[in-house]
């Protein structure tokens, strides 16, 4: 049975850093590809970041330069390292597997910054 535990979110000020991390078991973490969605009220999941199992990487153009993602295979463990966070930052931050049209979620962790 696929796991996702997401941990890390929480009340932040604009222009402050969290780092969100998501624990995984019950896949062959070393092959897979994972990522960091996110939903805010009134807006549609959107993706985030994506990281597959060579490490490449791929971010969605609001948060290039100010998020990173990264996996510790040994750990399955994922993380995003939020830097200069904005307001529109805020929402609930999932972890899952990719694709998205056959992920397995995580819970979710609740991002909140405040302007």
């Known amino acids: 049975q696929v796991q996702l535990v997401e941990s890390g979110g929480g009340l932040v000020q604009a222009g402050g850093s969290l780092r969100l991390s998501c624990a995984a078991s019950?896949?062959?973490?070393?092959?897979?590809?994972l990522a960091w969605s996110r939903h805010a009220p009134g807006n549609e999941r959107e993706l985030v970041a994506s990281i597959g199992s060579f490490g490449d990487t791929i971010y969605a153009d609001s948060v290039k330069g100010r998020f990173t993602i990264s996996r510790d295979n040994d750990k399955k463990m994922v993380y995003l390292q939020m830097n200069s966070l904005k307001p529109e930052d805020t929402g609930v931050y999932y972890c899952?597997?990719?694709?998205?049209?056959?992920?397995?979620w995580g819970q979710g962790t609740q991002v909140t910054v405040s302007s």
């Open positions: 019950g896949i062959d973490f070393n092959r897979r590809a």
């Open positions: 899952h597997t990719m694709p998205r049209d056959r992920a397995s």
